[in-house]
């Protein structure tokens, strides 16, 4: 048989086939006559599922717009490239800690104006994580879901080592007494258990030294990261390292399994008290749900900032460009009521960003310690990311001198003095460049 | 031109169009266009301004580029000669009649295929410090085995250990050369007998050389531009800086620090630093390179 007649007939067919199911799923949706908005969000799991349910209740709630979510993972550099090259999504959602590069480079619009008249406003939101979204006096995101940190703690550890689970430490020379006291070793001196790690969960080395005291930028031109306060804070670090043997502690750490599994440290009881934020219930139920632990402000390193806590949140934005601006906000109206905040806030376990809180959402929170979050969030020691457009990379530095610090290559002031010397010229080129561009 | 050749051209040329294409928007306009840009002040978002050599001038003055630069030539060193030396001696070995060697062969290849970031996921727990499977066979050797990822003395190493276990690709195309050696050459060595070590050293070497070649200079621009494995095992370069290399360091001014044109910069200088290298190989390469035929 000739062999064409076989070859033939079954490579069209497949092309066709090709054609067709390729035309079938590029094919824009029907129109239904409604608004599509398209919305990023970085989330995936339980808490996309918590956005998801707000979305169709938006969706449900009126019959114009249809918003379409969509889980992107990477997303602070994919919206930006998205951006970029014209094809923005409608909505996205980003870290707090990114707001300022993107407003300083345009990225997301103002919301000012749409915010004035939707009625939304700083006064019902709990200040620092409306402020988190302001740069420059000017409003660029709302939050979505925020959260706060607190001293998480083993009781069982605790009884163990004979110290009283329901008293945690309240100052740094406590913590300190009490850690010793959880460090244990096996007969040949391998470490077991640590009491405390300033490097575990390793997500906040920024904030030691705004604990103690330490600024990171004096808010207009100058980079302060080796003022005192801050060399006090990282020498408190290195004083682990000194203490218990930089090379144990550092081969130690690196058998701890990933955060979000059994194996996390904290739910081995390899590290018995660490910093997390109100999201760690949801894992210790997950993984570990018998552990016996709790909550509690973390211990004072400054009498003048008591129970220090790090802002952390999630914000929603509406990048330049994006070709349905008008929906996306009226989107974000529903997000940003209070029965919209705290559906999806307590879908995701979390603390609602707004001063006024429903008995129920207290009530129904499955975190036995949520009102300690909630208080958190109005501590006085409470520090936020700096806004600098330069943040990321400075973040990046002060990992890096972190690193040295804890393995002592360096002494902390002088790798506190580096970080500053290698920033202020950054930041200095980075002010003239916007002004460069005429931003200010 | 005759009209029909000419036709032929032009169908030639619509042929070969969704490459030319491709070409002309993908490669050629990104590549003239980051020219431009490495002279600009460029976000990506706003429109390019010009700051003329500010980017380049900034770069020298830059110690993290020189830590990065280091870092990265450190590990060429190091990985270059190890790969290669690596897979010399594999491509040998499976050269040689042993019963079962395609099995061999396929082997020695399998690691190759495997894609980099499970890759680096895998190498994750076999160097690692505590719970790793590497260390407790050094135990057995008695040697203490380092916190090969946790150390910044070892952590390039470690890259360079697990460079080695990839070499696949490079013994195949040895295997090949290897294969293409004449076989008259080895049996007139045999009778002027030749031990095997003078067979390979003045025989076998000098006939797979362009081969040789090939693979260092294809190895230059590997292990200069070394990204995946270390950018997933070693977040931020940690621990403290000793595994941030240059092609890690250029995608984060480019895509989380914003600074296009400083990345552009930076992208520029490596391939000049390639083109020299590779240059330099080439001329070195004169003396000591047999064609055959030639």
Not at chain 2, 151 to 157: A, G, I, T
Not at chain 2, 285 to 292: A, G, L, M, R, T
Request: charged share 20%.
């Amino acid at each position: 048989m000739d062999r064409n007649a076989f070859t033939i007939p079954v490579l069209a067919t497949v092309i066709i086939a090709t054609l067709y199911y390729s035309e079938q799923l590029t094919k824009a949706p029907p129109d239904d006559g409604k608004v599509h908005v398209k919305y990023w969000e970085k989330w995936t799991a339980f808490e996309f599922d918590a956005m998801k349910h707000v979305v169709d209740e938006f969706n449900k709630s009126q019959d114009k717009i249809q918003v379409d979510i969509l889980s992107v993972s990477g997303i602070e550099d994919k919206t930006l490239m998205a951006i970029s090259g014209g094809i923005p999504p409608d909505v996205v959602g980003l870290y707090g800690e990114n707001v300022t590069q993107y407003a300083d480079n345009h990225a997301v619009i103002q919301l000012d104006d749409m915010c004035r008249e939707a009625g939304i406003k700083r006064d019902d939101y709990i200040s620092p994580f409306w402020d988190a979204g302001v740069i420059r006096g000017h409003l660029y995101a709302l939050p979505s879901t925020p959260a706060t940190t607190a001293l998480h703690y083993n009781r069982k550890v605790f009884k163990e080592v004979g110290l009283d689970p329901d008293k945690p430490p309240r100052t740094i020379d406590e913590l300190d007494d009490m850690a010793d006291k959880l460090m244990k070793r096996d007969a040949k001196g391998h470490v077991v258990r640590t009491g405390f790690m300033p490097g575990e969960p390793g997500w906040w080395n920024w904030s030691w030294g705004p604990f103690f005291g330490g600024k990171l930028w004096d808010g207009k031109n100058k980079i302060t990261f080796n003022s005192p306060e801050n060399v006090k804070a990282f020498e408190w670090v290195q004083s682990f390292s000194k203490k218990w043997g930089a090379s144990a502690l550092q081969s130690f750490k690196s058998g701890f399994g990933s955060f979000s599994s059994p194996q996390n440290a904290f739910m081995m009881s390899q590290n018995a008290m660490e910093i997390q934020g109100v999201w760690m219930y949801n894992f210790i139920h997950m993984y570990s749900p018998g552990l016996d632990w709790a909550a509690a402000p973390f211990p004072t390193a400054n009498p003048e900032l008591p129970d220090p806590t790090v802002i952390d949140l999630d914000v929603l934005c509406i990048p330049t460009g994006a070709k349905h601006t008008k929906e996306a906000f009226e989107f974000l109206k529903f997000v940003e009521s209070q029965k919209g905040l705290e559906m999806l806030c307590l879908g995701q376990k979390k603390i609602t960003p707004l001063k006024a809180v429903s008995p129920g959402f207290i009530e129904n929170h499955p975190n036995p310690f949520i009102k300690l979050f909630i208080k958190m969030s109005y501590s006085k020691g409470a520090v936020s990311t700096p806004k600098l457009g330069i943040w990321s990379q400075y973040k990046d530095e002060i990992s890096s001198a972190f690193d040295d610090i804890t393995l002592m290559t360096k002494t902390p002031k002088q790798a506190l003095d580096d970080v500053t010397n290698r920033m202020q010229p950054m930041l200095d080129q980075y002010q003239y460049r916007l002004h460069l561009r005429g931003e200010e | 031109m005759k009209k029909i050749s000419r036709r032929e051209a032009w169908a030639g040329y619509i042929f070969a169009s969704p490459w030319l294409i491709g070409f002309l928007v993908f490669m050629a306009y990104p590549l003239i266009a980051s020219i431009y840009f490495s002279f600009c002040d460029y976000s990506v978002l706003k429109a390019p301004v010009w700051v003329g050599l500010d980017n380049y001038k900034s770069l020298m003055k830059d110690d993290l580029f020189w830590t990065a630069l280091k870092n990265t030539l450190f590990y060429a060193i190091l990985a270059l000669p190890a790969g290669m030396a690596t897979a010399i001696i594999l491509a040998m070995l499976l050269n040689t009649k042993v019963k079962g060697m395609a099995a061999y062969r396929t082997f020695f290849f399998i690691p190759s295929l495997v894609p980099q970031v499970s890759l680096a996921i895998l190498w994750m727990w076999v160097l690692n410090g505590e719970h790793g499977v590497l260390n407790p066979i050094l135990a057995k050797l008695h040697i203490t085995g380092p916190n090969w990822m946790g150390d910044p003395n070892w952590s390039k190493p470690a890259l360079v250990v697990m460079g080695v276990w990839g070499v696949g690709n490079a013994v195949l195309i040895y295997l090949a050369g290897l294969q293409d050696v004449p076989t008259q050459l080895i049996e007139a060595a045999d009778l002027d007998g030749a031990n095997s070590w003078q067979k390979t050293r003045h025989v076998t070497i000098p006939m797979i050389s362009p081969v040789i070649l090939f693979n260092l200079i294809m190895g230059i621009i590997g292990t200069l531009q070394v990204f995946t494995v270390p950018y997933i095992m070693f977040p931020n370069g940690a621990p403290a800086h000793s595994t941030y290399f240059y092609a890690v360091y250029l995608y984060d001014n480019a895509f989380r620090y914003h600074k296009m044109g400083y990345a552009s910069a930076m992208g520029w200088i490596m391939f000049l630093m390639i083109l020299v290298l590779t240059l330099f190989s080439l001329r070195m390469s004169e003396k000591h390179v047999h064609y055959q035929g030639t």
